[in-house]
């Protein structure tokens, strides 16, 4: 299977039907999600370290929210923080599918917001990883070279 079917695959079995519980910024964003176990084999807890460029909603209308709002060397950042903040505490944060698309990786929630996820990586970066935060092991590293 390729890569990109691959991390599509892994991304939907393990992140349909959760929920973000916290997010956290260290260089990137971490978004913890939860889901209650169904099976012994379910993990409970799951990181999405998301290492490329991403965004909410539409591209166009996001970077123009960057470009009104957004401050510092990284203006994205803050705006980012902002919609997870926004996202954690309201109803809605379930995800419902994950779509791959041309240039990104969109995650659909039940409260009709997309989170998308670049597949541009920069120079030796993962564009995402996924984490048993259970067992704190890598479920799948995705790379994706346009």
């Known amino acids: 299977m390729e890569e990109s079917k691959l991390c599509i695959e892994v991304l939907k079995k393990f992140l349909i ?4 519980t916290s997010f956290l910024f260290n260089q990137f964003f971490t978004l913890e999600f939860y889901k209650d176990q169904n099976t012994q084999s379910d993990a409970v807890y799951i990181q999405l370290q998301i290492l490329g460029d991403w965004w909410f909603g539409n591209k166009h209308e996001w970077d123009t929210k960057v470009n009104k709002y ?16 926004l ?3 309201s109803d809605g944060s379930n995800i419902v599918d994950i779509v791959d698309q041309i240039d990104n990786i969109a995650i659909l929630l039940e409260n009709k917001n997309t989170i998308h996820i670049s597949k541009k990586s920069y120079e030796d970066e993962y564009a995402f990883v996924l ?16």
């Open 17 to 20: 039907g959760r929920f973000m």
């Open 131 to 146: 984490l048993n935060k259970d067992n704190n092991d890598t479920i799948i590293s995705c790379f994706y070279n346009m």
């Open 87 to 89: 996202l954690r505490w």
């Open 70 to 85: 957004g401050k510092g060397v990284e203006p994205e950042e803050p705006i980012l923080a902002y919609e997870l903040a």
